[in-house]
Every structure is written in C-alpha cells, then in structure tokens.
DNA sequence: CGGACAATGCTAACAGTGTCAACATAACTT
DNA sequence: AAGTTATGTTGACACTGTTAGCATTGTCCG
C-alpha cells in the first residue's frame, strides 16, 4: 500500500513521524494505560530509536502530537453525537453517555489527553493546537446548555455537565465502577439545570 | 525528637518502614504528579535505595502503602466533613465541595490512589485494606442520599454524586478549571436526586 | 551529469531507573 | 558466648530517555 498523500517526499524510511503516530495510536488502542515507551515504539517500528528524535524533539512531544489527534477525535465524536442527538434532557443525555463510552474505548488516549493538556500553559491564551483543540470542546459543551440561561448560569452548567461525565468515566477507568449504558444514562439524568 | 510509640524495637536505622512511608507522604505533599523515585526517596532517607526491598517487596507495593495511608486520610476528612455539615442540599454540598478542596491540597495523594486502587483485583471481593477503605468512603458517599430512595437510585445517585465531584477535582487537577470554592458549590448544586 | 548540502538514520555512550544476588552487620534468642 | 534472624550495603543487570558524532540518502543547482 502507498503512502497516503505524502505532502514531502519520504527520504529513507518513508514518512517516519506519521509512522510513529500511527503506531503510538495504535498501542495506546491496544493498551489501558498510557506507558508509551520511546524505545519499544523505535523497535515496532524497526528503526532505531534515535532516528525519532529527528522529528520529535523529545518524548513529551510525541507524547504531545498523540495527545492532539486523540483529543480531534473525541471532539469529533462528541461533535457528531451532539448533532445526531436533538436537544432537551434526552439529547443532552445522549452525548454524556458518547462521553463515557468513548472513555471506555479509548481509556490510555483518554488518559493521556488530560494528562499532556495539563502541562501546556493555558493560562496564557497561547494558540497551541493543543489549546485550540480543547477549546473547542468547552465550546461544544457549552452549546448544549438550555437558551434561556445567563452566560455565568452556563458556564456552570458546563462545568457540571463535564464534571460529571468526566468523573464518571475516570472510575469506570479506574476500575471504581463497572461500565453500563443504562446506568450512565440514569446518572446523567439526575442533572438539574434549573436546581440551586 | 525520639520516634513515636514505636511498636518493635527498632534495629538499625529505627523503623525504616515508617519513616520511608512518612518521608513518602512529605514528598507527594510537595509534589504535583506521583512520580516518586524508589532510589530518590532512599537517598533523603540517607539509606541505601535497597534497603526498602527489606520493607516492600516493590515499589508499587510502597506505593499501594502511600496510596492506602491516603485513601484512609480522604476517607475521614469526608465523614468529618459529613459530620459537620448536616443533611439536605446545602449539606450535601459542603461535602462535595470537602472533596475537591481535599483534591486540590492534595493532587498527587489523590492521583495516586485512583491509580494505585484500578490495579487492585476488586470484582473479587478481596479483603485487601485497599478494597476495605475505598467501600467505607462509597458508604459514606451512599449514606449521604435521601432517605426516601429504593437501593437502586439510592445507588445512581451516590454514583451521580461521586462522579460530579471527583470529576470536577480532576478537571481541576489537570489544569482544566481553576479551583474556586464558590463556583464549585454552584455547580455541585446542580444536581437534583428527584430528576430524571 | 556531478558535486554541495540538507534531511534522515545509525552506533556508542551517559545518567538515570527498578530490581536481584551476595555479602556484611547488628540485634535478639538461647 | 554462639547462632539465628532481621536489617542494610555494594555491585551488577536490564531497561529508559537523551546527546554527540558519524554515515547515508535524497534534493537541488550549476
């Protein structure tokens, strides 16, 4: 199979860097926890490893660029199940538990998103991909919020919603609790936004 | 200052354990992520990095004894908080907002013992200290429900509850949302048992 | 076409880690 | 006092991320 699109040509070995992504994603797929050791993707890839540092400065990069696809992706999962569902309860029900299952599939990606994004400085509104691309996932939470609100009352409600889904999905990663469709449900459910 | 209430003699350097598992504490204290160093730890300790290998088999078995030590520390500052602060929704509240604060003194306590507690076989009922705290903290959490509720939404909302702050109290940790005790309350309060 | 140059890869090495085996010392026991 | 057990040390092994120096290959330009 050729190469998909190779923006540059490949030199030696062919596009290392989208190699070593592809690869990274797939053992952080095929794995629950994020322990991506620099030398042992090398050694998949049958390259030294070395040869990585010609397109990563270090191992947070790679770890970093991993960190940006996977975070595309469940902003782009979360984004197709926010149109598919309408509003109201159910709807917003709806993309809690796209949420959780997306965790559940995803549990190292997952992991390490939030793991790599708390080390960027985002406090200085800095156009990291990585900023942008959670960013855009706030704004996708927030638009779910009921009209009728005051942006304050939905900056919290946002926070709740990720609050919750969030948390939930961190212990059924944890192993605190099992994953069950119904039971996220239910529990997304016991959202009030009108309450307090 | 002589050691305090040692329970055997001590031999060489006077209950390594202990003072390996207080300088442990001291150092997760001072810390963001849960990174302790075995070797690290042993040379603050002045002692041989070996020399703990006569105290834990490993180093995760230290860690598990940091993660315990932790895990019963959260535990009674939730039932002192629970204790406190009476029932009903401002109680409630005041217990979750407990939690995120307990989060926010203490990440790399916290993060260390979802970690620690998802390696733990605990579908099996073992009767590790481990599994025994975390149930007593789920009971504190399930306790706190209106009395008016079957088991099972008393289970969905001790669930709900759990998810809401711990969420939040990673949120907070990975450098999501800045902690701010008020907007916490707002949003812990969110929540109504009686929805859905 | 051929040489210059940059891009990419490799080997060797360094400091760091967790862990084991073998040895040494101090305390307790009899 | 002698022996056994508990504790601590040194040295080593395999592993990790990372750097420096060298080798190779593709691209470009005269």
Do not use: C
Not at 114 to 132: C, F, I, K, S, W
């Amino acid at each position: 199979m050729p190469p998909v699109l190779p923006v540059t040509a490949p030199y030696h070995h062919g596009d290392l860097r989208a190699a070593a992504l592809e690869m990274g994603m797939e053992r952080l797929a095929s794995q629950g926890q994020p322990d991506l050791g620099l030398r042992a993707l090398a050694r998949d890839l049958g390259v030294s490893a070395t040869a990585l540092y010609r397109h990563f400065p270090n191992k947070d990069a790679l770890l970093d660029a991993l960190a940006l696809e996977g975070l595309n992706r469940l902003g782009q999962n979360q984004a197709e199940a926010a149109a598919k569902a309408g509003g109201g309860r159910d709807g917003f029900a709806e993309v809690g538990v796209t949420y959780v299952t997306w965790a559940v599939r995803n549990p190292a990606l997952l992991r390490l998103i939030y793991n790599r994004v708390g080390q960027v400085d985002l406090a200085a509104d800095d156009p990291t991909a990585m900023g942008e691309a959670f960013h855009q996932l706030r704004a996708g939470i927030a638009a779910m919020m009921p009209d009728e609100m005051s942006r304050e009352e939905r900056a919290a409600a946002a926070l709740h919603a990720w609050s919750l889904v969030h948390g939930l999905a961190m212990l059924i990663l944890d192993g605190q609790v099992e994953y069950d469709p119904a039971m996220v449900r239910k529990v997304v459910l016991m959202t009030d936004f009108n309450a307090g």
